[in-house]
């Protein structure tokens, strides 16, 4: 499928994440991009023990994110997580203790790819950058 939008509005972006025929592990990834600042690779390699869903918060533990900049390493603050983003990703979490929080696969769960999380968006017309790009420039205006 084409990509028909590089930008994403915050009603197409709501309507998107309320789409229950589309998968929870993506629509978790949109919301996260949406609310936070931390970089779709850095999403994907989250292990579900750096989700403190008691506290409302990503923990990284380590990251390729530069130090001092949202979820990298040399910062101890934590990214806080919105009601939504806590309701997605609870399902994912489930009762794991431990693995990739984006986990595919069946029997094995392995992290989602790259090119997988870029197929899910583009499947429903959107790039995957465009819910961090407009949701920072949402967050900026509000």
């Given at each position: 499928?084409?990509?028909?939008?590089?930008?994403?509005?915050?009603?197409?972006?709501?309507?998107?994440?309320?789409?229950?025929s589309i998968p929870v592990l993506h629509r978790a990834l949109w919301?996260?991009?949406?609310?936070?600042?931390?970089?779709?690779?850095?999403?994907?390699?989250?292990?579900?023990?750096?989700?403190?869903?008691?506290?409302?918060?990503?923990?990284?533990?380590?990251?390729?994110?530069?130090?001092?900049?949202?979820?990298?390493?040399?910062?101890?603050?934590?990214?806080?997580?919105?009601?939504?983003?806590?309701?997605?990703?609870?399902?994912?979490?489930?009762?794991?203790?431990?693995?990739?929080?984006?986990?595919?696969?069946?029997?094995?769960?392995r992290a989602l790819s790259w090119e997988e999380a870029v197929r899910?968006?583009?499947?429903?017309?959107?790039?995957?950058?465009?819910?961090?790009?407009?949701?920072?420039?949402?967050?900026?205006?509000?």
């Amino acid at each position: 499928m084409k990509i028909t939008a590089e930008s994403i509005t915050p009603e197409r972006c709501d309507v998107l994440l309320a789409d229950e025929s589309i998968p929870v592990l993506h629509r978790a990834l949109w919301q996260l991009l949406w609310e936070t600042d931390i970089r779709v690779l850095d999403l994907l390699s989250l292990d579900v023990r750096e989700v403190d869903l008691a506290g409302g918060r990503i923990v990284r533990t380590g990251t390729s994110r530069p130090a001092g900049t949202a979820g990298g390493v040399g910062t101890a603050e934590p990214v806080p997580l919105g009601a939504r983003s806590l309701a997605l990703i609870a399902p994912l979490i489930a009762d794991r203790t431990k693995g990739p929080l984006f986990g595919a696969g069946n029997e094995r769960l392995r992290a989602l790819s790259w090119e997988e999380a870029v197929r899910g968006a583009q499947e429903h017309g959107q790039a995957i950058h465009a819910f961090r790009t407009a949701g920072k420039r949402y967050r900026e205006a509000v």
